[in-house]
Each structure stands twice: as structure tokens, then as C-alpha cells.
């Protein structure tokens, strides 16, 4: 089976064609952050503007790689929800119009579920590219990217099969990535910034700066308002740090995110009794949050598995995957398929 999906629900325009046993044979990503950059974050309208301008040419160039046409493939995946809905509107029409035209069937993707299954893609041809395991069901799964921040028990792909076990009450992780950076005069998207500026710094130098996110110790809620108030005291007080009072500071405020997240999702496979863990969304790319949460499962006899980077953000080759799984099991959306703005999950 052949799937081409399509995500247009934020700010990247992408379409793959995908297997349903989660083989990439293609996968386009085409990035907006250059056009909302001046403002600092993501412009709906012009999102929506930019994702019509890219669409056409994106799907067109993943199939070509995938050196298949419309008319070969078995279905058309796009991500209906959740997201900005003149952006996802955009996917759904180009989906609809090819999955019309070609006579082929069509679904309509969550978003999150996407992401959630996005550690069974296999990138580079398996089994000689087969970079990294692949967890089997129950799993336990941190989501964490500019848009969402959730933990999940995953006992299978089918939305009824997953359930969130704590979210953020406020800000996503990436975005309290975002804000802090841009208090601190970093530039947008400021998360890697932030990862890189934090990798040279000294956490315990600043800490007085940034509070510890200790919330009640059983929750696996998640605050990361709070923190961003305190960088933006710290700044209006104190000014733009610089040079190493910098570093100290971004290290400080990731030490804190970090743990957080960490704590919260080793609590979580404990409490669930579920010996596997899983990482994804664009936060997933942080070098501190990886290491502590590779040395925390270690500690408690936590298998961890954390897909390639590419997998991680927003691609459309989770969406033909979560697609794929979907038209296997028989299931087919109409041309009534509308954009809705919250998760199923
Ligand atoms: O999953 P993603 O590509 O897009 C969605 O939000 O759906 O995630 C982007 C987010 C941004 O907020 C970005 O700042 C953050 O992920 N991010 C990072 C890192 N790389 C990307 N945050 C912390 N450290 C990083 N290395
Ligand atoms: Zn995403």
C-alpha cells in the first residue's frame, strides 16, 4: 500500500508517500519560519496564504521522488485537525481535489496521532537503513512541540486506543522556547537557539532567575507560564543579559523545562506500569532533554525510543503513516472531511 499525505496545519507545507508498513519513499518538507520570523511567531493568515502558494508544487514533488503517480497510490491521508483552520483548510482542498480526481480513497488524519506514531517511519530503506527500534504497544509518549505539550498512553493507533494523561494548562514547551528567546532578543524559532546558548552555560548561575517547576507531585499537568514571567522580570529588571550570564540563563530556564518534562513522563510510565518510553514534536530535538531523559529511563529500567529528528517535526510522512494505518483497517473520510481547530485526543 502507497499513502500520500498532506500537513498544512501550522507552519510547514509537506506531503510524503509512505507505506503502510512505515516506509518513507518520499518526504517534502517545506518550512514557512523565514516568513513569520519579523513577527515573531506564526501568522495565521499568512500561513494559510503561503501553504496555497506551496501546496501544489509540494505534492507534486513527493510523489515524483516517489517515483509513483497519482494513480498508483491507495490513498490520500491529510491532516484534518488540530490547527490553524485556513491552514488546514488548504490541505484538505488539495487532498479532496486529488483523491476526486485519481478515484482514490481519502482520510483524514489528527495531527497528534501522526506525531504519536512517528517512531514506527522507516527513513533510508529498512533493513540496512533501519536506524532505530521500533517500541511495541503499550507505550508511554511525551509530545512536546511549539503548538502541543502532552503526555499519552499508547495502546495502539486507532484514536479510541490513546489517552492523554496530562497536558499543559498554559504555554507548550516550544513555545516557552519561543517566548524566553524572544525576551532574550534571540530570534524565532528560539528553541535550538536556546539549546545551543544552554549547552555553554552554567544552570546554578542563574538560578535565582528561573524557578523550579515544581507543581504537585503526583500531577503530570504541565505549567510553563509561569517560568516565562519570571525571565520577563528577570529582563525588565536586569536588562539583556550577554556573553556567559546569557548561556547560564538559557541553561537555566531548559535545566528547569527539562526536568520538568523528564520527572513527569518517568512518573507516568511508572504509574502506568509501562516499561516503554517515546519522544516526539520539534522539542524532542533538544540535546539537554534528550540526555536527561535517556539517563532517567536508564535509571529506572525504561526502554527509551526517540526517532530521527525528521520524524520528530511536523512532516507529512506521519500523516500518510497514521493514513495508511487508517484505509488498512477500512476506514474512509468523505468529501464532507472539515478542518477542526481542537485534537480528538
Ligand atoms: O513539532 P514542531 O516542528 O512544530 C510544531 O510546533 O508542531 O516544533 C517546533 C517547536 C518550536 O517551538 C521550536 O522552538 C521547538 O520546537 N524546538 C526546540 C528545539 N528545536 C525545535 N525546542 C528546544 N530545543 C530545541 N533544540
Ligand atoms: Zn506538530
Not at 499513502?3 to 508517500?17: M, N, Q, R, W
Not at 496564504?49 to 491529510?78: I, K, N, Q, T
Request: glycine share 12%.
Amino acid at each position: 500500500m502507497r499513502v500520500l499525505g498532506i500537513e498544512t496545519s501550522c507552519d510547514e507545507t509537506a506531503a510524503a508517500v509512505v507505506t503502510e508498513g512505515g516506509d518513507v519513499l518520499s518526504d517534502v518538507v517545506r518550512s514557512q519560519v523565514a516568513l513569520h520570523a519579523p513577527y515573531g511567531g506564526v501568522v495565521p493568515e499568512v500561513a494559510a496564504r503561503d501553504h496555497a502558494r506551496a501546496v501544489v508544487p509540494v505534492v507534486r514533488e513527493a510523489l515524483s521522488r516517489a517515483g509513483v503517480s497519482a494513480a498508483d497510490l491507495d490513498g490520500v491521508a491529510v491532516t484534518s485537525r488540530p490547527g490553524l483552520a485556513g491552514a488546514l483548510l488548504v490541505g484538505l482542498q488539495a487532498a479532496k481535489g486529488l483523491a476526486w480526481a485519481a478515484g482514490k480513497p481519502l482520510v483524514g488524519v489528527d495531527h497528534l496521532v501522526g506525531h504519536l506514531l512517528a517512531v514506527f517511519l522507516r527513513r533510508g530503506g529498512a533493513p540496512l537503513g533501519d536506524e532505530h527500534e521500533r517500541p511495541s504497544f503499550p507505550y508511554v509518549a511525551l509530545l512536546a512541540s511549539g503548538g502541543h505539550t502532552a503526555i499519552y498512553r499508547v495502546d495502539g493507533p486507532a484514536i479510541g486506543a490513546i489517552r492523554e494523561l496530562g497536558a499543559t494548562r498554559d504555554d507548550a514547551a516550544g513555545e516557552a522556547f519561543d517566548k524566553v528567546a524572544k525576551l532574550l532578543g534571540l530570534g524565532y524559532p528560539g528553541g535550538p537557539v536556546v539549546d545551543r546558548l544552554a549547552a555553554g552555560g552554567d544552570a546554578a548561575a542563574a538560578a535565582d532567575a528561573v524557578p523550579a517547576l515544581m507543581a504537585r507531585k503526583e500531577s503530570l499537568e504541565f505549567s510553563f507560564s509561569g517560568i516565562k514571567s519570571a525571565v520577563a522580570r528577570h529582563v525588565a529588571k536586569r536588562g539583556r543579559p550577554e556573553g556567559q550570564a546569557l548561556r547560564d540563563l538559557c541553561a537555566a530556564f531548559q535545566g528547569a523545562v527539562v526536568d520538568a518534562l523528564v520527572q513527569k513522563t518517568v512518573r507516568a510510565a511508572r504509574a502506568e506500569g509501562i516499561e516503554r518510553v517515546v519522544l516526539g514534536g520539534g522539542v524532542a530535538a533538544n540535546q539537554g532533554l534528550r540526555a536527561k531523559m535517556a539517563a532517567a529511563c536508564e535509571r529506572r529500567g525504561l526502554a527509551l525510543f526517540v526517532p530521527p529528528l525528521a520524524s520528530c517535526t511536523d512532516n507529512g510522512a506521519m500523516i500518510a503513516y497514521a493514513g495508511a494505518l487508517r484505509l488498512a483497517a477500512g476506514e474512509r473520510d468523505t468529501l464532507d472531511l472539515a478542518p477542526e481547530t481542537r485534537t480528538a485526543l
